[in-house]
């Protein structure tokens, strides 16, 4: 080869060696781009119609981003076994994020931090874990306001009549049941009641106005049993708080085959569609309605813009409560069930 040509081929050579670099910092970003991203919504069950709404806002929420949403469920709402292995597989799979409203709020806390430590991000949907910052963000109701509206409510309907409370609660050691079963009886105090948020959300608090509590893990028909129950416990009861409407509805069953319902004030959380129906045909007096599927298309959102940018969501994030009821009380704001159907799920 001539010494000119020769040197000309090396020349060209040495010009694309130069230029790989370049070429492989350009290409990078287009690979990350095409990757897939993958976000995991882990709920406590898969029939409560909350549940079911958040899994269908998580995947509309996911459809419009363009992302894929893996979904998983517990057996039962403290199922904390099948939570940690819908975990362990959303990571496996690639996930970006997992949004989970936890079952047991401080058994599954070592489970999210394995997934953290592996880089995914993971976002609380309505139950805060213990401790709340044992995860990225917590996007939820304001569960101990959501309660504490619906005892003012009740008080302010009670009058001066002394109260006979039973409650049915979700389970024991959750802190989405404690903190609504607490703000109930804040609520419904004179303002000193030891029923406060405080950092263990794992005790219910103390009161003496309460006769029978039950856990019935917001099942309908075991809360008709544990009304059942709490009704031959002492059958001067006349104010029932319920931990979300199936439990409510469970309880209204309970107390009219005893021939009660006309006479005992029920009260619960969730606005959901069909608790809203129970609300208009006056077997719950009020409840305070929560927006799952708004939580659920935050996550998302907050998931796929981590992804994209690197930008972590923190802290705590209130999705709104109402208090919804046909019979509104005078100094506590409100809406009807005009309101609480235009905005209910399931």
């Not at 999210?112 to 976002?123: D, F, N, P, Q």
């Not at 409650?167 to 009641?193: C, E, K, M, P, W």
Request: net charge negative; aromatic share 6%; charged share 20%.
């Amino acid at each position: 080869m001539h010494r000119n040509a020769a040197f000309r081929v090396m020349a060209v050579l040495a010009l694309l060696v130069a230029a790989l670099p370049f070429m492989a910092a350009v290409s990078q970003p287009a690979r990350a781009q095409d990757e897939e991203i993958i976000v995991g919504l882990i709920t406590k069950t898969e029939s409560n119609p909350f549940f079911v709404k958040m899994k269908e806002g998580a995947q509309a929420a996911a459809d419009k981003a363009g992302v894929k949403l893996l979904t998983a469920a517990g057996q039962f709402d403290a199922d904390n076994a099948s939570q940690v292995a819908a975990i362990e597989n959303m990571v496996t799979a690639g996930a970006k994020g997992i949004l989970i409203t936890p079952g047991d709020t401080k058994a599954i806390v070592p489970a999210i931090e394995k997934a953290r430590e592996a880089g995914v991000l993971v976002i609380a949907l309505d139950t805060p874990t213990e401790p709340m910052d044992a995860t990225d963000a917590l996007f939820a109701t304001d569960n101990f306001k959501a309660g504490v509206l619906i005892g003012q409510y009740a008080k302010s309907v009670m009058g001066d009549t002394t109260p006979v409370i039973a409650t049915i609660d979700g389970s024991t050691g959750v802190s989405v049941s404690v903190l609504r079963h607490n703000g109930f009886l804040s609520g419904y105090s004179a303002g000193d009641a030891a029923a406060t948020p405080t950092a263990d959300m794992s005790v219910f608090a103390d009161d003496s106005r309460v006769v029978c509590s039950q856990d019935a893990e917001g099942d309908q028909a075991k809360s008709q049993t544990a009304m059942e129950n709490c009704l031959q416990a002492n059958g001067d009861i006349n104010v029932v708080y319920t931990i979300n409407e199936p439990a409510a509805r469970g309880a209204y069953t309970a107390l009219k085959a005893a021939g009660r319902e006309k006479d005992v004030l029920i009260v619960s959380v969730d606005g959901g569609c069909t608790g809203i129906e129970a609300l208009k045909a006056g077997e719950i007096a009020a409840t305070s309605q929560q927006y799952p599927l708004k939580m659920a298309q935050m996550g998302v959102e907050a998931v796929v813009n981590y992804a994209k940018t690197g930008e972590k969501p923190s802290g705590y994030t209130d999705t709104g409560v109402t208090l919804i009821t046909d019979n509104p009380q005078e100094g506590i704001p409100s809406e009807d069930s005009t309101f609480g159907t235009e905005n209910c799920w399931g």
